[in-house]
């Protein structure tokens, strides 16, 4: 079994991808974005966010470090960078203006569900660098299966707590969800902050 699948490694990624992505966190800023959507339309958003976040992850998986090596690019740039944004959407939150933008009149704009649930929300800087340190730690089939498996695993995980947000929209109503966004903004940003400040750790200490 173990030519196969290393369990250890399983367990590793799995329990780190999870504790960094935070299926169970994500339901209140899932629940802020989407506050103005239809059961129906929150669905999608949900499949929608997850995709965009499989294939994030798994195309720095496989690409990654060749890519950021191209363009000159250090992992705390990334990571400043999507703590940066994450400010923004936490800023919008916060403020209410989020869910104005997400109401059905206004479809011409942002998909929040690609941008920025899916990145960098859930698939994170965090996340991303996780990762591809897993990926330069595997040496064979074994390895690559563990990673495989544990990023599905993942966001199975996060599918099923997206999935599941509607049953909360039901019990907290409108009024209840607003006021989860705007709890859910506070986090966000405490999020965001963090990210930048590790950034600028990195920064400091690389210099």
């Avoid at 209840?176 to 963090?194: D, P």
């Amino acid at each position: 079994m173990s030519d196969i699948l290393d369990a250890r490694m399983l367990a590793e990624v799995f329990v780190t991808l999870f504790v960094i992505m935070d299926p169970p966190g994500t339901v209140p800023i899932f629940l802020g974005l989407t506050g103005a959507m239809t059961g129906r339309q929150r669905n999608r958003a949900a499949r929608q966010a997850i995709l965009v976040a499989f294939g994030v992850i798994v195309s720095f998986a496989l690409f990654g470090q060749q890519l950021l090596s191209y363009m000159h690019i250090s992992l705390p740039a990334l990571q400043a960078s999507g703590g940066l944004l994450l400010l923004l959407v936490a800023m919008e939150l916060l403020t209410g203006k989020m869910e104005s933008s997400a109401q059905p009149s206004g479809a011409t704009g942002v998909n929040v569900a690609l941008v920025p649930l899916g990145t960098p929300l859930l698939a994170g800087p965090g996340a991303i660098v996780a990762t591809m340190v897993f990926v330069q730690r595997a040496e064979n089939v074994a390895d690559w299966v563990a990673i495989a498996l544990g990023i599905v695993g993942v966001h199975v995980c996060l599918w099923l707590s997206m999935r599941f947000a509607n049953v909360i929209h039901r019990v907290l109503k409108d009024s209840g969800t607003i006021l989860i966004s705007r709890i859910a903004g506070l986090l966000l940003a405490a999020i965001a902050v963090q990210l930048v400040a590790d950034a600028v750790r990195a920064f400091i200490q690389a210099g």
